[in-house]
């Protein structure tokens, strides 16, 4: 038997009401809720109505009639997760998140994601209304062409969120925090939309470049996709749909970087050919070593990925003082020829860079044989390593390849120059400092920072014996062995 979709009257409302069962969940994620919208409607509001408790959480979001099944390239018009109950969309303006444009006739379908759905199920209600009062079109300002025409290190933050998704903040509260911080560039990330970038497009500056981003978040794994041109479907059912995530990615010229692989929230889907893994996440002493230690496996399994870092910022309504959570902690600093959306692109993918602590936090490279990380070589025998590092005296240089730890040695001045030589490893080579002076220092602002906090950090690692502090990561030289009688570039 067939089940008549329910239709839309303008200046009337519009309820559906269901009940959600773990049935539901085990079937897909996100439930899709159809409706019909006449045409000539210019205006639509959606209230989602249920019973949240602690396990008890549905999202939030709508498709109108030009969505497909799986993946579409058209049709979405915005997610707000759990961050709100009331959103609207029309031709000429939306709530944060949404976006606004042509509203066609025809089939929509409300997003309900279904998070945490309790044993004996939920009752929800939406209520829907719709007007066809004249409104003109949206239109989206031209995005800027921002260049600082400058080689150099550029430093930037590739994770972080306004009140375009989780966060309380706006667009430009955010940007002048980057700003007052001394970051360079800064990809805002808003959960499941790109609405964010209505703001941020325009806004670029040769001072403050933003590159587009967004995290596609599921419930089994987050994910960044970095230099999007399109919104991408985020609606994975499983890994089977890993493939399809991947290829709109790489059909855009964009990068995929798994993000935070750690509790509370691992990646849970088989790891996807990504471009980068979100390696150093917030502050060092919230479960990374275990992420960089799957890192470490993965590059001894033959990935080439680089290392990235990112703070997972919300901005809140109003700037708040730096601290060891904030905006930049961590950062992730680029060699680039100059600054640009899609030269930062290009750094990320050819892995000249490294992570550090925050926007100030220590300088660390190195070459091998003349070649920056990120570079791929093809040596048997021994190689010479020439590295700086800055600002970490008394600190430790560590040097890591598959074969686990094969160097550590004392930072001995703020501005240190070396060369070593060594044996080629088999597989990847990197460097890291490790907090040994400044152990104390980085814990007491911690704990100078949780006096003033009334919340503890998610998965925040043990004060009082904790495991080494990380200050920066380096990205890896890569290492193949030559073919006989074979010239490699």
Same mark, same amino acid.
């Given at each position: 038997?067939?089940?008549e979709?329910p @239709?839309?009257?303008?200046?009337?409302?519009?309820?559906i009401?269901?009940?959600?069962?773990?049935?539901?969940?085990?079937?897909?994620?996100f439930?899709e809720?159809?409706?019909n919208v006449?045409?000539?409607?210019? =205006?639509l509001?959606?209230?989602?109505?249920?019973?949240?408790?602690?396990?008890?959480?549905?999202?939030?979001?709508?498709?109108?009639?030009?969505?497909?099944?799986?993946?579409?390239?058209?049709?979405?018009?915005?997610?707000?997760?759990?961050?709100? =109950?009331?959103f609207?969309?029309?031709?000429?303006?939306?709530t944060? /998140?949404?976006?606004?444009?042509?509203?066609?006739?025809?089939?929509?379908?409300?997003? %309900?994601?279904?998070?945490?759905?309790?044993?004996?199920?939920?009752?929800?209600?939406?209520?829907?209304?719709?007007?066809?009062?004249?409104?003109?079109?949206?239109?989206?300002?031209?995005?800027?062409?921002?260049?600082?025409?400058?080689?150099?290190?550029?430093?930037?933050?590739?994770?972080?969120?306004?009140?375009?998704?989780?966060?309380k903040?706006?667009?430009?509260?955010?940007?002048?925090?980057?700003?007052?911080?001394?970051?360079?560039?800064?990809?805002?990330?808003? &959960?499941?939309?790109?609405?964010?970038?209505?703001?941020?497009?325009?806004?670029?500056?040769?001072?403050?470049?933003?590159?587009?981003?967004?995290?596609?978040t599921?419930?089994?794994?987050?994910?960044?996709i $970095?230099?999007?041109?399109?919104?991408?479907?985020?609606?994975?059912a499983?890994?089977?749909?890993?493939?399809?995530?991947?290829?709109?990615?790489?059909?855009?010229?964009?990068?995929?970087?798994?993000?935070?692989?750690?509790?509370?929230?691992?990646?849970?889907?088989? *790891?996807?050919?990504m471009?980068?893994?979100?390696?150093?996440?917030?502050?060092?002493?919230?479960?990374?070593?275990?992420?960089?230690r799957?890192?470490?496996?993965?590059?001894?399994?033959? =990935?080439?990925?680089?290392? %990235?870092?990112? !703070?997972d910022?919300?901005?809140?309504?109003?700037?708040?003082?730096?601290?060891?959570? /904030?905006?930049?902690? !961590?950062?992730?600093?680029?060699?680039?020829? &100059?600054?640009?959306?899609?030269?930062? %692109?290009a750094?990320?993918?050819?892995? &000249?860079?490294?992570?550090?602590?925050?926007p100030?936090?220590?300088?660390?490279?190195?070459?091998?044989?003349?070649?920056?990380?990120?570079?791929k070589?093809?040596?048997?025998?021994?190689?010479?390593?020439?590295?700086?590092v800055?600002?970490?005296?008394?600190?430790?240089?560590?040097w890591?390849s598959?074969?686990?730890?094969?160097?550590?040695?004392?930072?001995?001045?703020e501005?240190?120059?070396?060369?070593?030589?060594?044996?080629?490893p088999?597989? $990847?080579?990197?460097?890291?400092?490790?907090?040994?002076k400044?152990?104390?220092?980085? %814990?007491?602002?911690?704990?100078?920072?949780?006096?003033?906090?009334?919340?503890?950090?998610? @998965?925040?690692?043990?004060?009082?014996?904790?495991?080494?502090?990380?200050?920066?990561l380096s990205?890896?030289? *890569?290492?193949?062995?030559?073919?006989?009688?074979?010239?490699?570039p």
């Open positions: 038997m067939s089940i979709t @239709a839309l009257v303008p200046v009337e409302t519009l309820v009401s269901r009940k959600v069962t773990r049935a539901d969940k085990k079937a897909t994620p439930l809720v159809p409706f006449p045409d000539g409607t210019t =205006r509001e959606v209230t989602l109505d249920y019973g949240k408790t602690d396990d008890c959480v549905l999202d939030l979001g709508i498709l109108d009639s030009s969505a497909t099944d799986f993946p579409t390239c058209t049709g979405f018009r915005g997610w707000s997760g759990g961050a709100r =109950r009331t609207f969309v029309a031709k000429d303006d939306a944060p /998140g949404y976006y606004p444009g042509p509203m066609p006739g025809g089939t929509w379908k409300i997003l %309900i994601g279904l998070y945490k759905v309790p044993q004996g199920g939920v009752d929800l209600a939406l209520s829907l209304s719709a007007d066809t009062a004249p409104r003109p079109t949206y239109a989206a300002a031209k995005d800027s062409a921002a260049l600082r025409d400058v080689p150099g290190w550029y430093r930037g933050d590739l994770h972080c969120h306004t009140y375009h998704s989780d966060a903040g706006a667009p430009a509260t955010l940007a002048e925090n980057a700003r007052r911080i001394g970051l360079d560039f800064l990809a805002v990330t808003d &959960h499941n939309t790109t609405s964010q970038w209505r703001y941020f497009g325009p806004a670029s500056t040769a001072e403050l470049v933003f590159v587009p981003g967004m995290e596609v599921t419930y089994r794994g987050h994910a960044n $970095f230099g999007l041109s399109e919104w991408i479907d985020f609606r994975l499983g890994s089977h749909d890993l493939e399809a995530l991947t290829t709109e990615a790489r059909k855009q010229g964009a990068l995929i970087s798994v993000n935070h692989d750690k509790e509370p929230l691992p990646w849970d889907y088989d *790891y996807p050919a471009d980068c893994m979100e390696v150093y996440h917030g502050h060092w002493l919230t479960g990374n070593d275990h992420v960089l799957t890192y470490d496996r993965l590059l001894g399994e033959g =990935r080439r990925m680089s290392l %990235i870092g990112g !703070s910022y919300h901005q809140p309504e109003a700037l708040a003082p730096p601290s060891p959570f /904030g905006l930049g902690r !961590s950062t992730t600093v680029l060699w680039l020829s &100059h600054l640009d959306a899609n030269s930062v %692109i750094g990320l993918r050819s892995g &000249h860079g490294y992570v550090t602590e925050s100030t936090g220590p300088h660390l490279s190195f070459a091998a044989e003349g070649h920056p990380m990120g570079s070589l093809y040596i048997d025998g021994n190689l010479v390593i020439d590295f700086e800055k600002g970490a005296a008394g600190d430790r240089l560590v890591v598959e074969a686990g730890v094969i160097g550590d040695d004392m930072i001995p001045s501005n240190w120059r070396g060369s070593y030589e060594m044996k080629a088999e597989k $990847f080579l990197r460097a890291e400092i490790v907090a040994e400044s152990q104390n220092r980085l %814990i007491n602002e911690i704990l100078d920072w949780y006096q003033g906090s009334d919340k503890v950090q998610r @998965a925040q690692q043990s004060l009082t014996n904790p495991p080494p502090i990380r200050r920066a990205n890896p030289v *890569y290492f193949n062995k030559p073919f006989p009688n074979r010239t490699h």
